[in-house]
């Protein structure tokens, strides 16, 4: 069975991209916003293994996405890789602190990088 990923990103044609790129090793969903992304999470038969996560979103902000997220002991530890348009770096500190390991601008990430951070994310989890 291939590892689920979860993309949740308003920008379409960012998300269709990454999930064609993805589809051959991993079955990848998309939802463009932070409540249906909450549904699917509450369902777990369909619970991700990963989450690539936009920081923007029409209906709130990934850092409250993610702060909910680790809230509940149930999804308090699955990997979340951040994908954004937004400068992070000086957020780094704090966003390592709620988990993640992997930060990408959207404007120059490639998708061996994205690929490699998603095999991380897994292997990582695997031995938590």
């Not at 038969?45 to 690539?52: H, K, L, M, N, S």
């Not at 002991?73 to 993640?100: F, K, M, N």
Request: hydrophobic share 50%; charged share 25%.
């Amino acid at each position: 069975m291939k590892p689920r990923l979860l993309v949740i990103d308003d920008d379409r044609w960012f998300a269709e991209a990454l999930m064609a790129s993805l589809r051959a090793r991993y079955t990848a969903e998309w939802v463009a916003a932070a409540q249906p992304a909450a549904e699917l999470l509450d369902d777990s038969a369909r619970r991700p293994d990963v989450i690539i996560l936009d920081m923007l979103m029409p209906d709130g902000n990934g850092l409250a996405f993610l702060q909910e997220l680790r809230s509940y002991a149930d999804t308090a530890r699955l990997p979340v890789i951040l994908c954004s348009s937004l400068r992070l770096e000086r957020q780094a500190g704090a966003l390592a602190q709620l988990g993640i390991r992997h930060i990408f601008n959207k404007a120059t990430i490639t998708l061996a990088e994205l690929e490699r951070a998603v095999a991380d994310s897994l292997r990582v989890a695997a031995h938590a």
